[in-house]
């Protein structure tokens, strides 16, 4: 990874003027409008309509597919699009087809009321699940974007400023989102579907920023190469081959629901059932992913797709990062980013159910949480960036996951004071902070580790692997706070940060080593 060295602090100040670093700002305000729309804006909704918190929780499992767009980047890459990529850039044409998306997606869920049954609430969850693929997809050609559009050495600035723009975007999703159902007429203990049912409608055409930016930025100089070298009939097969695996993915997890639930019932008599449901329900996605390999290798056999193609789009980019960083280094590299933001995110599922729990409003959240919290997240996140690039990345990593671990014990305190508006100021002032500044540098960490030759795909696995198992476990935070309360929750959400310290000073010896 080369280092990053400003000649001044007035000269990284004044490189945030440049054109990219403006518009990835509103590239991020875009992609920070979709999360918390699945998260904890949608949390609060549904508690809202009465459905029960170990519930609510699930459906932070819609936003997975951040986890899994490694799976379908090498399409983004590679498949061009009738029309629009001639017309726009590969990047800006998929860029702007996500963006429509998830203004549909956002759309749909604001005509679903959750409160009239099953049948709403599973075509909600179908809703949030086409937020969380769109959204993804988003992510993917943004990241791209932003990777492509400046060098190396702009890239933790780059960094910083996208977390600016897309915790905007989070404010407006967020505490935008919480101040106007409450204005119309949305509380506990008095819900109204209609003051949801505008304030997502009004989420929608917030995605209007994004688009308009999409239609008049230049497509990046290093994403114009010419890499359509198949041809539109391999391409559409290749597709179909994605569509095909999808498909074989779901039934298999269908057919394995049975089986896994009675597996879950049989193993809770020896542990507890999120212990049990956790580990079975990892095993039965690792066998779904096992099975769609093997139809993957069948399909290969009998020449339904060119094999090139699939080693170009899947196992090149992967056996390139494993050559650059050698076997071993590349594995401790995978573990550390999957686990890097494990504390932080699991943590932050059950949050603000957390926050109106122990008494405080939804207006105290969005004003305390969403919109105080925002501020000292851009702060952390500009600080983190001129760190990195004045000190290097991975001293501002390691500040950052030692200041996440500490943070979250806060929580504690506050979980025992109970509404104390003061405490909250200061756990929210001190959690943002050290968010903001973390974040900063493992993007600039995971951008530095992409080879341009692969970006879309590269970044999208290490990103996936970044949320993957923090998504994991806190679909299951709500079981989990029921059976042993707020207090060693958050002592235990803290605690799972611990190993990351020491895969970053075994890191450090080897990419300082590398640096030389």
Avoid at 27 to 42: R, V
Avoid at 65 to 92: C, H, M, N, Q, V
Avoid at 340 to 367: C, M, P, W
Wanted: net charge positive; proline share 3%.
């Amino acid at each position: 990874m080369p280092k990053i060295i400003a000649a001044s602090w007035q000269d990284s100040l004044r490189a945030f003027l440049r054109p990219q670093i403006i518009t990835i700002l509103f590239l991020g305000f875009s992609a920070g409008i979709p999360l918390l729309l699945i998260f904890s804006s949608l949390s609060l909704w549904l508690v809202e309509a009465g459905i029960q918190r170990s519930t609510v929780t699930y459906f932070s499992w819609a936003a997975l597919g951040y986890s899994f767009k490694f799976l379908w980047a090498p399409l983004i890459d590679r498949l061009p699009l009738p029309f629009l990529t001639r017309t726009l850039g590969r990047r800006r044409a998929w860029l702007l087809v996500s963006q429509c998306l998830v203004f549909s997606a956002i759309a749909l869920m604001a005509f679903i009321d959750p409160s009239q049954g099953e049948h709403e609430l599973l075509i909600m969850a179908f809703a949030a699940i086409l937020l969380g693929f769109s959204s993804a997809t988003q992510d993917i050609v943004i990241d791209a974007y932003r990777i492509e559009s400046a060098e190396p050495s702009m890239q933790a600035l780059m960094s910083s400023t996208y977390i600016a723009g897309y915790r905007l975007g989070m404010l407006a999703s967020g505490a935008g989102a919480l101040v106007l159902a409450s204005i119309l007429g949305s509380v506990k203990g008095s819900y109204s579907f209609e003051a949801w049912h505008w304030t997502y409608l009004a989420m929608a055409c917030l995605m209007l920023v994004g688009m308009v930016t999409t239609l008049v930025i230049p497509e990046p100089e290093r994403s114009k190469l010419d890499i359509s070298r198949h041809t539109t009939q391999q391409y559409l097969k290749f597709l179909a081959l994605f569509v095909l695996c999808v498909i074989i993915f779901i039934g298999t997890m269908v057919l394995l629901s049975n089986p896994v639930h009675s597996a879950k019932l049989a193993l809770a008599a020896y542990l507890s059932l999120p212990v049990s449901s956790f580990i079975l329900e990892t095993l039965r996605l690792l066998l779904s992913f096992v099975v769609v390999n093997g139809a993957i290798y069948i399909l290969a056999l009998f020449k339904f797709v060119e094999k090139e193609l699939i080693f170009e789009s899947y196992i090149d980019p992967v056996k390139d990062f494993f050559t650059r960083y050698g076997k071993v280094i590349a594995i401790v590299l995978l573990i550390f980013i999957g686990f890097y933001r494990v504390s932080d995110i699991v943590l932050g599922v059950i949050a603000n159910v957390f926050f109106q729990e122990i008494g405080f409003t939804k207006t105290q959240i969005a004003t305390v949480v969403k919109t105080f919290g925002l501020f000292m997240t851009i702060f952390g996140g500009f600080l983190g960036g001129i760190l990195a690039v004045r000190y290097g990345v991975m001293k501002v990593l390691f500040l950052g996951a030692f200041l996440t671990i500490a943070t979250n014990l806060l929580f504690m305190l506050l979980a025992s004071a109970g509404n104390n508006i003061v405490l909250l100021y200061l756990v929210i002032s001190a959690d943002n902070l050290s968010a903001g500044l973390a974040s900063a540098a493992f993007v600039a960490f995971l951008s530095n580790l992409t080879n341009i030759s692969f970006t879309a795909v590269q970044y999208a696995i290490f990103s996936s692997l970044m949320t993957l198992m923090p998504k994991l476990i806190g679909g299951y935070s709500g079981s989990i706070v029921e059976n042993i309360g707020y207090s060693n929750f958050f002592l235990v959400a803290s605690l799972m940060g611990v190993p990351v310290l020491f895969l970053l000073l075994y890191l450090n010896r080897y990419l300082q080593f590398k640096d030389n």
